[in-house]
């Protein structure tokens, strides 16, 4: 752990409470109804992508450490198309208030 990761740390400690993968994992799969093994997989279906999307953007915005090369790692998909997933969901959040629900919704999961 570098100094400016325990320094954060030490600064959040207590004020919000830790946000895990597995936490991650549940609210996008649960909000969307999909299996973790759809998730991580091959499927394509409109709907898994979406939640894949999510899972992916939400991994990077809760912990500003994980790069992207290992969300690919855990969503079996390379770095770049992490990168444009996160992309792509950040400007559907800021430009669709359907998006910006959803968003809003996984994230009162979370805490």
């Known amino acids: 752990m570098t ?31 999909v299996s973790e093994i759809d998730l991580k997989g091959r499927n394509r279906a409109k709907n898994t992508v979406l939640a894949r999307h999510f899972y992916m953007f939400f991994l990077k915005d809760k912990d500003i450490f994980r790069t992207l090369t290992k969300i690919g790692e855990e969503t079996n998909k390379d770095h770049a198309t992490v990168l444009h997933a996160i992309n ?5 959040i800021e430009n669709y208030e ?11 999961k979370l805490y």
Do not use: M
Request: charged share 25%; hydrophobic share 40%.
């Open 3 to 33: 100094e400016l990761e325990y320094f954060i740390n030490e600064t959040l400690e207590g004020i919000l409470p830790p946000v895990t993968k597995e936490s991650i994992l549940n609210a996008v799969c649960s909000h969307f109804r």
């Open 88 to 92: 792509k969901l950040k400007y559907w």
């Open 98 to 108: 359907d998006i910006k629900a959803i968003y809003n919704n996984i994230n009162q």
